[in-house]
């Protein structure tokens, strides 16, 4: 199975501040199609995980536009430009390049 | 507006057998591919199965030949038969359309004796 490894494990951030989410696969995403299959999903406490950003750098429908998606290969990061009291939560990177589907082990957004 | 509502959890005890439902609206379950994915208690997201809009059928190697994805058109809705649980398989337990375009509510699943 493809690895997906997040850093940091927990990131503090004060309010208005910018925050940034890496995430690396064991293996290229970049799909034979020419996609590359790697989506960022945010799960705030208690709530179900919500699609914020698919392949790569698309942001879904409703994803304020202080979260941007970025990378190829096996290198992605998700950018906050500006951290806001909502963003507290736990993001994944999920590949679907490569049969099973992977996340990453999360990284939990909290306010300093 | 999508909508994904899971029910079916319970409390089992291992060995046993449960059925998991995810009513849909908004949209057609066989038009799209559909997904489990469970979470256990604090830790992260695991893809369980998919079903193709074509019939095929995915599973984890940890629940395979333990659990089956189906669905039922007329109802629109999908299914997640789970058979010979295990302490392990103790989760929430999402459906998801696509590639996790939408998600609903989640149900719990809790393995004890």
């Known amino acids: 199975d493809v690895v997906m490894t997040q850093s940091p494990l927990s990131l503090p951030v004060t309010l208005g501040q910018p925050a940034s989410i890496s995430c690396r696969s064991s293996?290229?995403?970049?799909?034979?199609?020419?996609?590359?299959?790697l989506n960022w999903f945010q799960q705030r406490p208690g709530q179900s995980p919500r699609r914020l950003i698919y392949?790569?750098?698309n942001r879904d429908s409703g994803v304020p536009d202080r979260f941007s998606g970025s990378g190829s290969g096996t290198d992605f990061t998700l950018k906050i430009s500006r951290v806001e009291a909502e963003d507290v939560g736990v993001y994944y990177c999920?590949?679907?390049?490569?049969?099973?589907?992977?996340f990453g082990g999360g990284t939990k957004v909290e306010i300093k | 507006e999508v909508q994904l509502v899971e029910s079916g959890g319970g409390l089992i005890q291992p060995g046993g057998s449960l059925r998991l439902s995810c009513a849909a609206s908004?949209?057609?379950?066989?038009?799209?591919?559909m997904s489990w994915v469970r979470q256990a208690p604090g830790k992260g997201l695991e893809w369980v199965s998919v079903?193709?809009?074509?019939?095929?059928?995915y599973y984890a190697d940890s629940v395979k030949g333990r659990f089956t994805i189906s669905r039922d058109n007329s109802k629109n809705t999908l299914y997640l038969q789970m058979n010979s649980l295990r302490a392990e398989d103790t989760a929430v337990y999402y459906c998801?359309?696509?590639?996790?375009?939408?998600w609903g509510q989640g149900t719990l699943v809790t393995v004890s004796s």
């Open positions: 998801a359309r696509e590639d996790g375009a939408h």
């Open positions: 293996q290229s995403l970049v799909y034979s199609d020419g996609n590359t299959y």
């Open positions: 392949k790569v750098s």
């Open positions: 999920m590949q679907g390049t490569h049969w099973p589907p992977t």
């Open positions: 908004g949209f057609t379950v066989s038009s799209n591919y």
């Open positions: 079903i193709y809009s074509g019939g095929s059928t």
